[in-house]
């Protein structure tokens, strides 16, 4: 487990200069820690997005696939209609479109990326909220990595389950 291999430090045997423990901490809280944090909300904004496109796109060709049934239904009721083969291909079509969209869905790791990256968030608050109660550098630090380390661990572990992909 690469969260294992952070080895928390040794307390310093005489305190730093204050000054530079501030500019240190406001150096990791701004390149790491709140990178960090907009790096795991861009990617859910990514999958939110993604997600409702998909949604739409699924329903539009469910609903048009159920059109062209009842298409398909009246071009058998009314005798003459010469739409029948086409209507029955497209109905057909679309429900294959929409079933190969639920396979996809199924094997894609938005539901848990998602609930990964707001794990994710909230252990990086967490640490932002000890650094604001005043918690040392050889605290935060070790933390912090530990969490990137560990939200890392669980990406590789979530796509080890992945079987197929566009």
């Known amino acids: 487990m690469p969260k294992n291999l952070v080895i928390d430090p040794d307390p310093p045997a005489a305190p730093g200069d204050a000054q530079i423990i501030r500019e240190a901490t406001t150096a990791y809280r701004e390149l790491r820690i709140l990178y960090q944090d907009r790096f795991a909300m861009s990617e859910l904004h990514r999958l939110r997005e993604n997600r409702r496109f998909f949604h739409s796109a699924a329903d539009l060709i469910y609903f048009a696939g159920a059109i062209l049934v009842l298409l398909s239904l009246l071009s058998k009721v009314i005798p003459g209609m010469p739409i029948s083969a086409w209507v029955d291909f497209l109905a057909i079509s679309c429900f294959?479109?929409?079933?190969?969209?639920?396979?996809?869905?199924?094997?894609?790791?938005?539901?848990?990326?998602?609930?990964?990256?707001?794990?994710?968030?909230?252990?990086?608050?967490?640490?932002?909220a000890s650094i604001d109660a005043g918690a040392g550098l050889d605290d935060f630090v070790p933390a912090m990595e530990r969490i990137s380390l560990g939200e890392l661990e669980q990406f590789c572990d979530s796509s080890k389950t992945i079987n197929y992909r566009l």
Do not use: M
């Not at 190969?100 to 640490?127: G, H, M, W």
């Open 96 to 128: 294959v479109a929409s079933l190969s969209k639920l396979v996809l869905d199924n094997a894609s790791l938005t539901e848990p990326s998602a609930a990964r990256f707001v794990r994710y968030r909230e252990d990086i608050a967490r640490v932002t």
